[in-house]
């Protein structure tokens, strides 16, 4: 019988000792042969002691944590990639806590095609909490707008991704150019569809995201969203890609319609919240938009 593919696991983390213990709890309690897999941490610059949340779960799995000076996430990522021994690099997040069938599925999608790409599900692990879950449903509206049409590039959120370790080191990884969080994973998925790979969804490999906001930590998440979006539009066309065109008004009047079509409860709060959103995404757009054009004026 042909062995199941042999996972790298790739965990980004900065100064979150508690959202990181509880994400190598669910690793740990992977329901996948414990000597196909591993899970390589990488320490963004953390001031706190890594170590602390890693000792009760060296012998649970293959665990490996590296450290490097504050780069970003996306020089991270590539830290771990780099180091891995594996097959297939899947990519997720110190607040995230993959289910117990995670890489199961996933081993299932790669037998069927080795080469493709793949994007799980993602679900919001704090359903009670109204910026997480506005926060949550924007992604399930960008899945569904963006990966039902034809002749774009689908979009996958780097918490719950999955790639050939020798396709994506070929590529060349994340653009370390993104040194926040945002807009690294859309420009890796577009350049990974340029170079001629295959990008699929797979809803049955589930990640639990657990991303405790209130009203400010919304606002700069989407802030910085912004800020990634403008410079997924500047690393895009020095790619000669050429302009990403501005989404036409149905796409903003859909997702703060959004909530109506998914949500029992809390349609109104939801929907004024996915609107502020992009209030917020198109001020860190303008920021970096005007960051760099005071940059150019200097050179």
Not at 34 to 45: A, K, L, P, S
Not at 230 to 241: A, C, E, N
Not at 253 to 263: A, D, G, I, K, N
């Amino acid at each position: 019988m042909t062995s199941p593919p042999f996972f790298s696991v790739v965990v980004p983390t900065r100064d979150r000792l508690h959202e990181m213990a509880r994400c190598l709890g669910a690793l740990a309690a992977l329901r996948y042969p414990q000597d196909r897999y591993e899970v390589i941490v990488v320490d963004d610059g953390s001031r706190a002691n890594l170590e602390t949340a890693a000792d009760p779960f060296r012998g649970r799995m293959d665990l490996r944590l590296l450290s490097q000076e504050n780069a970003g996430p996306a020089a991270a990522r590539n830290r771990g990639a780099a180091s891995a021994r594996g097959d297939v690099l899947a990519f997720t997040d110190d607040d995230c806590a993959p289910d117990p069938t995670w890489l199961s599925h996933l081993a299932a999608r790669f037998a069927t095609d080795p080469r493709v790409g793949i994007g799980g599900r993602t679900v919001n692990a704090l359903p009670h909490n109204p910026f997480a879950t506005a926060s949550q449903l924007l992604i399930d509206y960008l899945y569904t707008y963006f990966n039902a049409r034809d002749g774009r590039a689908p979009l996958f959120t780097s918490n719950n991704l999955a790639l050939s370790r020798e396709m994506f080191l070929a590529l060349g990884g994340f653009d370390e150019t993104f040194r926040i969080v945002g807009g690294e994973d859309r420009e890796l998925c577009d350049r990974w569809v340029q170079a001629g790979h295959r990008l699929a969804y797979a809803p049955e490999a589930v990640v639990l995201h657990a991303h405790d906001l209130d009203l400010l930590g919304f606002l700069r998440q989407h802030f910085a969203y912004g800020r990634g979006a403008r410079q997924y539009h500047h690393v895009r066309s020095l790619r000669g890609r050429g302009r990403v065109h501005p989404e036409p008004v149905a796409f903003y009047r859909e997702l703060v319609l959004y909530p109506f079509t998914r949500s029992a409860e809390r349609r109104l709060p939801l929907a004024a919240l996915l609107a502020l959103s992009q209030v917020a995404n198109a001020a860190g757009f303008l920021r970096e938009l005007l960051h760099h054009r005071r940059e150019a004026t200097r050179l």
